[in-house]
Every structure is written in C-alpha cells, then in structure tokens.
C-alpha cells in the first residue's frame, strides 16, 4: 500500500496538469499518449518526493485525497489555460467587431465552433507557448508543488482559492487590451463610413461598408499581429508570477 501510494497520488496531481495545461489537453492529444507521458514524469519526479504517509488506499479519505490532488495539478494548469484563452476571446472580439464571425471552425481543444479568427489567435499563441518552452515551466511548477504542497499535507488556503478565481477576470482584461487597436481602427472606419453616407445618400453603405470593413479587418490583424508576441509574453510572465506566488516558491 505504501508502494501504491507514493506513485498514485503524484501522478494524480501530475495528471491534473496535463488534463487542464496548455498544448496537452488539447482532444488532438489521444489519451494513452498523455497517460504515457504522465507515467514518465511520475517515475521521474516520484525518487525526489518524500514518502506518503498513507498505509490504506480502501477508504474514503485515501478517496480524498486522490481528488484533491487532482485539483492541485488542475488548479496549475488552468492558470497557463487562461493564457491562452485570452487571445481566443480577444480573436472573437476582433472577428464580430470587423465582420467576420461568421466564418467558424471546430475549435480541437474544446470541440466547439469558434471564429476563425479565434482559432487563429489560438494557434498563434499555442505556438509561442511552445517557442517559449511554456510545458518546461508548467513541468518546473508542478514539481515545485511538491515542496509547497507536499503530498497528503497541505492544501491551498481559502486567499489562494480567492486569488485562483479572480485570475480568470484577467482573461477579459487582457483580451481587451489585445483587441484595443483592432476596435478603434474600425471605430475610425465605421466613423468614416458615417460621414459618406451622410456626404452621399445615395450610396449602399450597407452592401459596400461590409465589405470594406472586411478588409480592413483583415488589414488591420496583419498590421497588428507584431504585437501578439509582446502581449504573450507579458501575460505569460503574469501568469508565471502568479503560479509563484501561488506555490510560494519565490518573491
């Protein structure tokens, strides 16, 4: 039962991150692929963790914590999804302000119809969670949590649960931030638009000033997509500091 337990219970909680992580939980990723690489990392990190003070898996609190460290792993990894699904909201905000929502696709992480242009967001910003060796810092903080949570011991304070729900009211804030330059430009435009129509009655802006603000939509990302890499890496670099402070592992 000993034996059972020191590997059980890590690589439930190891199991946690990668069901909620960026990149990994994606439906795209089979199961027994992330099983595997869930075992790997547990026989890896288990030699370095102490031992657990469990004796008997057969009863409800060994039942317990088996949930509970599931919800360590997945609370870690829902901060990196965050992230990420900011640039999908601030995507969607971009494609209904220009026009072009109606174009969706199947979103693989989560199975559901989204903006293409959400979808483009995600894939950017999947690609420089990777460049940025994202999955060796969410690999770096679950085995960090072993030390500040340590297995059958500890368990996040009410502040920390606070603190892990009010991170998901960055998501809006920074998809905002992100789709600001987007939503003034068509602002100007839509502006412009106005005044032709004032100016011309004459013409269709209906028929005419949906196109062109489909243009410029498209125009308008080009122009705006040298900014996706700054804004990725000022709120990854938030969400890592948050993951510290969360861990308590530094300042």
């Known amino acids: 039962m000993n034996f059972l337990s020191d590997y059980m219970l890590p690589f439930m909680r190891i199991s946690g991150l990668f069901a909620a992580m960026v990149g990994l939980s994606a439906r795209t990723i089979s199961v027994p692929v992330r099983t595997l690489l869930t075992v790997m990392l547990t026989l890896m990190i288990v030699p370095v963790v102490p031992p657990v003070p469990i004796d008997d ?10 949930i509970k ?15 990420l699904e900011t640039f999908v909201l601030a995507g969607q905000i971009i494609a209904m302000q220009t026009g072009l929502g109606f174009a969706s696709i199947v ?12 979808q483009f967001y995600l894939i950017l910003a999947t690609l420089i969670f990777w460049t940025v060796d994202g ?18 011991e500890s368990w996040f304070s009410p502040t920390q ?8 009211g960055w998501m809006f804030i920074m998809a905002l931030t992100i789709a600001l330059a987007p939503i003034v430009s068509l602002l100007i435009v839509n502006l412009a ?7 011309a009655p004459q013409l269709n802006i209906f028929s005419l000033g949906f196109s062109i603000a489909q243009i410029m939509g498209l125009v308008i990302i080009y122009i705006t997509l040298t900014n996706q890499t700054f804004h990725f890496q000022q709120h990854w670099q938030r969400g890592q500091q948050f993951m510290c402070e969360l861990l308590t ?3």
Not at 161 to 168: E, M, P, R, V
């Open 57 to 66: 898996l057969v009863n409800l609190g060994a039942f317990l914590l088996v």
């Open 193 to 199: 638009f106005g005044v032709m129509t004032k100016a």
């Open 135 to 152: 999955h060796l810092a969410m690999i770096q903080m679950i085995v960090m949590s072993f030390e500040a949570f340590p297995v059958a």
């Open 161 to 168: 649960l606070k603190d892990i729900a009010h991170w998901g």
């Open 107 to 118: 979103d693989p992480m989560n199975g559901v119809n989204v903006p293409a242009v959400g």
């Open 249 to 251: 592992i530094c300042s």
């Open 69 to 83: 460290e599931l919800l360590i792993g997945v609370a870690i990894g829902f901060i990196s999804m965050m992230v």
